[in-house]
């Protein structure tokens, strides 16, 4: 079920500079889109979503961008921290269609180094 | 800041024995659910729960596997046979679910491991 994807396993950047985690997907009835972060031995961890209707969303240092024709979406961290450091993961549902079930990716490993 | 809390952080079972996995999941959610990760790959949804019934379930939740809302406040998973491949961590997740555009928050885990 390759259904929503992340290509990178690992990104590596400086403290203070832009993170780019990127996510395509390939089922049209998406709809919302969520991402995640994960440190070990601890629950995924909501950060940030968007609906469709939207092509940006912004909370904080956070941001999501969404292109539909593309079905791709991408979440930039601005600074990026250390504290950042963890696996995010892009989910997507379609709660028309299937209520609150989340697909997500593989994963993407963010290091931040000071 | 509530938080879905989920027990044992740790089971360990012998094949075909059965397990029940506990979570508390926020007190005002509505939607309720049961993801898995085995080690190295995907978070996989499991089974979703509202109005004390299933609303939808993978090709993972097979006869061997229910859900129960057995209270007000738990939910669990049980495993009726574990195998060797039910080995992974067990997420519960809860939402509000008002308008289906809504964020789950998860727990932290229960890491089942079958022998």
């Known amino acids: 079920d390759q259904q929503v994807k992340q290509n990178s396993p690992s990104l590596s950047v400086q403290e203070g500079r832009i993170s780019i985690l990127n996510c395509d997907y390939t089922?049209?009835?998406?709809?919302?889109f969520l991402w995640y972060k994960k440190y070990p031995a601890e629950g995924p961890t909501f950060l940030i979503s968007?609906?469709?209707?939207?092509d940006k969303n912004e909370d904080g240092r956070f941001t999501v961008f969404l292109n539909k024709s593309a079905k791709h979406l991408s979440l930039h961290i601005v600074p990026s921290q250390p504290g950042d450091s963890a696996v995010y993961f892009c989910?997507?549902?379609?709660?028309?269609?299937?209520?609150?079930?989340?697909?997500f990716g593989q994963g993407t490993i963010l290091t931040v180094h000071p | 800041e509530p938080e879905v809390t989920q027990t044992p952080s740790h089971q360990v079972t012998q094949m075909g024995q059965e397990v029940i996995l506990r979570c508390v999941p926020i007190?005002?959610?509505?939607?309720f659910y049961w993801y898995r990760q085995i080690l190295g790959q995907k978070v996989e949804f499991l089974v979703s729960?509202?109005?004390?019934?299933?609303?939808?379930k993978s090709e993972i939740f097979d006869d061997q596997f229910s859900v129960e809302r057995p209270d007000g406040s738990n939910f669990t998973l049980k495993i009726r046979s574990t195998k060797l491949e039910d080995s992974a961590m067990y997420f519960c997740?809860?939402?509000?679910?008002?308008?289906?555009?809504?964020?789950?928050?998860f727990g932290p885990g229960t890491r089942l491991t079958v022998l």
């Open positions: 968007i609906s469709s209707i939207k």
């Open positions: 989910a997507a549902s379609a709660p028309g269609t299937s209520y609150g079930k989340l697909t």
């Open positions: 007190s005002n959610h509505l939607y």
């Open positions: 729960f509202y109005n004390n019934e299933i609303s939808e």
């Open positions: 089922n049209s009835m998406f709809d919302y």
């Open positions: 997740a809860s939402s509000s679910g008002t308008s289906g555009l809504e964020e789950q928050f």
